[in-house]
């Protein structure tokens, strides 16, 4: 879901959390008690971080992820920013099946190669986005690359991204939290 890029954070960076996920039964009581009615949410003391990039971004800067120096951190921003303006295309919200069929195979077939053709030439022959060490972004591609790929996205046709995806999954700390990750519907 939306918050997985933090989780791939918080497991790389070692930093403990508590992770409350939402079940289907409880989301109708609890979004009403939302300031925009949304999740996820990050809580620290007595602040309320939304908005699941703005919380990513914030944990990047804080343990190091977020670039290395100032250009590096918007070559990060603007890697996550494009990818989520392709993935915020799809039509998460139709109850309509056929409709919502229908929207994803447009835009899998219209939109996605865009991204994904900018992103590999992004890439190039590096091991990473930006610099010479992992960032979120690499992070954030990687959580985006299974949804994209369960919607029938051709990614075999992207090697060097594949192999990208592959490299986070393989950081010990990633490996670890995706093998103790629990299975959740949202």
């Known amino acids: 879901g939306r918050a997985e890029t933090a989780r791939y954070i918080f497991a790389y960076s070692g930093i403990e959390y508590e992770d409350d996920t939402i079940e289907r039964s409880v ?15 990050l809580k ?18 804080e343990s190091g992820l977020a670039g ?3 250009i590096e951190q918007a070559q990060v921003d603007a890697i996550v920013d494009t990818i989520n303006d392709f993935m915020n295309l799809f039509p998460w919200t139709e109850r309509n099946e056929a409709v919502k069929q229908k929207m994803n195979e447009d835009i899998v077939t219209n939109n996605i190669p865009i991204l994904l053709n900018g992103l590999d030439k992004l890439l190039g022959d590096q091991n990473w986005f930006v610099g010479d060490s992992v960032t979120w972004a690499d992070f954030h591609w990687a959580v985006c690359s299974i949804t994209l790929s369960n ?24 490996a670890a939290w995706i093998e103790r990750r629990p299975n959740t519907p949202l």
């Open 27 to 41: 989301w109708a009581s609890l979004k009403p008690t939302l300031l925009f009615k949304q999740l996820p949410i």
């Open 151 to 174: 919607l029938n996205a051709d990614l075999q046709s992207y090697p060097t991204l594949l192999a990208l995806k592959e490299r986070v999954e393989a950081l010990p700390q990633i």
């Open 68 to 70: 290395k120096t100032s």
């Open 44 to 61: 620290m003391d007595e602040i309320e971080l939304n908005q699941s990039t703005a919380i990513a971004r914030y944990l990047a800067r």
